[in-house]
């Protein structure tokens, strides 16, 4: 079988990118192979489960950008799917006035990230919230939420599936060959340019070698 696209990973980075580029173009032939017998096994499965808020992030930067947009993304995919997420909220506490500077830093940022109910609350109002933390002042973020990533996922997975794609688990990539002449090269990068990234011209101009 040949694809036009494999992906190497299914964590939430390589399933969501799987997923893009079957929305984006259906007759793409797209694979993703990921060496464990599931989904989500390493990082994706393993991290806090924090929908974050893009509150730190530089604002007009693409770590902003990027953080702010799959936030949005992020939750209509759950809301679509009816995954169950919480938006919480976080506070963000100084932990001594040396660190109020950077407080109101982190503030500034969220203000101008546009994001939206951040309020400043005292040493009280922080007990109250979070018994468990102790400073002197703090930030309330109300669009901070929590998720279960694996399930997010799994959902990716499935419905990639669903549009065509294939997943091959228990699949190690264990090495890369050219496999592309010079003439073959830019005909190939012609005929994707409408979804290009730097990363998929990487993954289409290589030829994998498996295990199964
Ligand atoms: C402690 C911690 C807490 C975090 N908390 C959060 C959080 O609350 N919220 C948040 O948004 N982000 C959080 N993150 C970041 C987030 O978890 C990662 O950015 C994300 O999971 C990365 O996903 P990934 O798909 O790149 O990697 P992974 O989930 O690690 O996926 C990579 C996959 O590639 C597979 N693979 C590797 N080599 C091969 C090979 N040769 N052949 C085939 N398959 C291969 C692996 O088996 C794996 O399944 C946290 C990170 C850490 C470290």
New binding site residues.
């Given amino acids: 079988m040949k694809y036009d696209v494999i992906v190497?990973?299914?964590?939430?980075?390589?399933?969501a990118t799987a997923l893009q580029l079957k929305k984006m173009k259906p007759t793409l032939q797209v694979l993703v192979?990921?060496?464990?017998n599931k989904?989500?096994?390493?990082?994706?499965?393993?991290?806090?489960?924090?929908?974050?808020s893009g509150i730190y992030y530089k604002p007009g930067s693409l770590k902003a950008k990027n953080c702010i947009d799959g936030y949005h993304l992020l939750i209509d995919f759950c809301k679509e799917q009816n995954i169950p997420y919480d938006l919480c909220g976080k506070i963000i506490v100084a932990t001594s006035e040396s660190e109020l500077t950077a407080l109101d830093t982190i503030y500034q940022r969220g203000i101008e990230n546009k994001l939206e109910g951040l309020r400043y609350i005292n040493e009280k109002e922080i007990k109250a919230i979070e018994p468990h933390t102790a400073g002197v002042r703090g930030i309330v973020v109300p669009q901070t939420g929590i998720v279960d990533?694996k399930v997010v996922a799994q959902k990716y997975a499935e419905v990639f599936q669903h549009l065509g794609g294939e997943l091959k688990l228990n699949?190690?990539?264990?090495g890369v060959k050219s496999a592309m002449s010079l003439l073959q090269l830019p005909l190939m990068l012609a005929a994707l340019m409408p979804i290009l990234l730097l990363i998929v011209q990487a993954c289409i101009a290589i030829k994998l070698l498996l295990i199964p």
């Fill in positions: 190497v990973g299914a964590g939430i980075v390589g399933l192979v990921e060496k464990e989904v989500a096994a390493h990082q994706t499965g393993n991290n806090s489960g924090v929908i974050h990533y699949t190690k990539v264990i």
